[in-house]
């Protein structure tokens, strides 16, 4: 059998490609040495305690006076946030920022006064008014949780407007310290 000449070029040509290619993927590859095995201890959980001068700790949840301070009170029909309630706040806010673990549950509640819906509203209304104001003081909003009670939970049931504004409020609860 005759091969013409250009044919057997193309094919001693594709040869020594395949060889060359064959020789380039064969280099060796330089191994890692085993990765050192990862050994775990148990850990305790200890409570982190700041290192930070005049960082808020969770002890100084029931010692400091402002962060004593867990119930906003509103007017009735009110979301708004009363101005004496400004400084607990800013308390509360810097704790959060002092303690990025922290967590806070902040549940809205209102008086008897008006439909369950309507109630039910008006205490996100007023959670998410008391999370603003964490909020614009520099707490995060990861750390915030708003529930409503709406009427659902009152602290006093007597029909007096003296007992009806303290079912007027936030609570605010710190789930994680």
């Known amino acids: 059998m005759h091969l013409s000449i250009s044919r057997a070029s193309r094919i001693l040509t594709l040869a020594v490609l395949a060889s060359a290619v064959t020789v380039g993927c064969?280099?060796?590859?330089?191994?890692?040495?085993?990765?050192?095995?990862?050994?775990?201890?148990?850990?305790?959980?200890?409570?982190?305690?700041?290192?930070?001068?005049?960082?808020?700790?969770?002890?100084?949840?029931?010692?400091?006076?402002?962060?004593?301070?867990?119930?906003?009170?509103?007017?009735?029909?009110?979301?708004?946030?009363?101005?004496?309630?400004?400084?607990?706040?800013?308390?509360?806010?810097?704790?959060?920022?002092?303690?990025?673990?922290?967590?806070?549950?902040?549940?809205?509640?209102?008086?008897?006064?008006?439909?369950?819906?309507?109630?039910?509203?008006?205490g996100e209304r007023r959670g998410n008014a008391v999370s603003s104001a964490l909020q614009a003081n520099g707490g995060s909003a990861s750390q915030l949780n708003v529930v409503s009670y709406g009427e659902e939970r009152p602290v006093c049931a007597e029909t007096g407007e003296d007992c009806r504004s303290k079912n007027r409020r936030v609570e605010l609860i710190y789930t994680e310290k």
């Open 26 to 122: 064969s280099k060796k590859v330089k191994e890692a040495p085993p990765a050192e095995p990862v050994v775990t201890t148990p850990t305790t959980t200890t409570p982190v305690t700041s290192t930070t001068p005049g960082a808020y700790t969770p002890a100084d949840l029931d010692t400091d006076a402002c962060l004593r301070q867990r119930v906003v009170y509103f007017d009735l029909d009110q979301d708004a946030l009363k101005p004496e309630f400004q400084a607990a706040m800013s308390c509360h806010a810097k704790y959060l920022r002092d303690r990025p673990s922290a967590r806070l549950r902040l549940e809205g509640n209102a008086d008897e006064r008006g439909s369950r819906e309507y109630n039910m509203g008006l």
